[in-house]
């Protein structure tokens, strides 16, 4: 290009290497800093075009112009990447969506699963009187006056509440009647399930409270056999009957769900 | 001192100015840059040597520039330029390290 850009490269150890040469090279530099010779003039005029043109490239190249420069085979090149990836990215989303949707469908399965678990285990729970119920229902007062009421008495008001529909019956606040509920005779009262329950008796019972109180009321029935030992029967129909005393649950012994149900 | 003058103030314009690189220009203005850089250090090795000549300057100035861009301007149409201007880039880094070794060895005597 010209005779002093294709200078041939000094060698490492090149004679005039010396520590005076680099003194005198170093004057050489300040004395042109300190007097500028009218030939620099174009120099400074193409240095300050170089400035300015990096300078410009430098900014233009911090634009977010990434693609601005590029030709187009590498465009081209760049497109297809893009698209490729995003094909890729479209088969992972549509497995990820498919996975999600067997995920949603398993664990709504065993949401409905759990719901129809613990409605059933309340249901029952409430049947064997191992939770606290509440409900529409009546309370039932029997005054016994002249401790004539007898147990067989209070059992056949029992068995025409459960004819009835009753859903949970307590005695007195104190003692859960269900299946298992064991009646004794005892000295003034009965003993319900090792529980001493005595006159008056309060029966709170839950169910349907029209169909609970007609039925103590036929003719040979329970009020019926309560008044003819002078007791009376008061019966007050509730809008909410809470009964909180539980029993406790026992497994069986001896028994096992047979197959087949 | 009017060379070092002239880097400053062209900086400072391209700063102030802030100018858009018109749309013809964008693919030479950065290997137009690397090959002045080159003339630059070559004409500062040449002054340190000596023999520094401002038309001479100019002309490797301009030339470089001139052909740099002519270079890419003819990859461009061949379907090569993205390789030519590596390959241009390349060249001249190599001119630019020896050149400053050059400079180094003038200065510090390293």
């Not at chain 1, 009421?149 to 068995?159: A, I, P, R, S, W």
């Not at chain 2, 001479?56 to 090569?80: P, Q, R, T, Y």
């Amino acid at each position: 290009m010209n005779d002093m850009n294709d200078a041939p490269q000094a060698p490492l150890d090149e004679p005039h290497a010396t520590p005076g040469h680099a003194r005198r090279s170093r004057a050489k530099l300040l004395e042109a800093l300190r007097k500028p010779s009218r030939g620099q003039l174009a120099g400074a005029v193409l240095v300050g075009l170089l400035g300015f043109a990096m300078v410009t490239q430098v900014k233009s190249n911090q634009q977010d112009d990434t693609y601005a420069g590029l030709r187009s085979s590498d465009l081209v090149q760049l497109l297809n990447g893009l698209n490729a990836e995003a094909r890729r990215a479209d088969k992972e989303i549509a497995d990820l969506e498919q996975t999600r949707s067997q995920l949603s469908d398993s664990s709504q399965r065993r949401q409905a699963a759990l719901k129809r678990a613990t409605e059933e285990s309340t249901t029952l729970g409430i049947l064997a009187g191992t939770v606290p119920a509440q409900g529409p229902g009546i309370r039932i007062e029997v005054t016994d006056p002249k401790d004539k009421v007898t147990l067989n008495n209070l059992l056949d008001g029992v068995e025409e509440l459960r004819a009835a529909g009753a859903e949970a019956i307590e005695f007195n606040d104190d003692v859960r009647v269900v299946a298992q509920t064991s009646f004794e005779d005892a000295e003034r009262g009965v003993v319900i399930d090792g529980h001493r329950v005595s006159a008056p008796y309060v029966i709170d019972v839950i169910g349907n409270p029209d169909t609970l109180a007609t039925t103590l009321d036929f003719i040979g029935g329970f009020s019926f056999d309560v008044k003819a030992s002078d007791g009376d029967v008061k019966v007050n129909k509730l809008d909410n009957v809470k009964i909180t005393t539980v029993t406790k649950p026992a497994s069986p012994d001896f028994a096992s769900s047979a197959d087949g149900q | 001192m009017i060379a070092a003058i002239g880097l400053v103030v062209g900086i400072i314009l391209g700063l102030l100015l802030t100018p858009d690189v018109p749309q013809w220009l964008e693919p030479y203005l950065p290997i137009a840059v690397v090959a002045a850089l080159d003339a630059v250090f070559g004409a500062l090795r040449a002054f340190l040597d000596g023999i520094f000549n401002d038309k001479v300057f100019v002309i490797s100035f301009v030339s470089n520039v001139v052909i740099a861009a002519l270079i890419v301007f003819l990859g461009d149409k061949l379907g090569v330029g993205a390789q030519l201007s590596t390959g241009v880039v390349v060249v001249l880094g190599i001119r630019i390290f020896s050149n400053v070794a050059a400079i180094r060895r003038h200065i510090f005597h390293a």
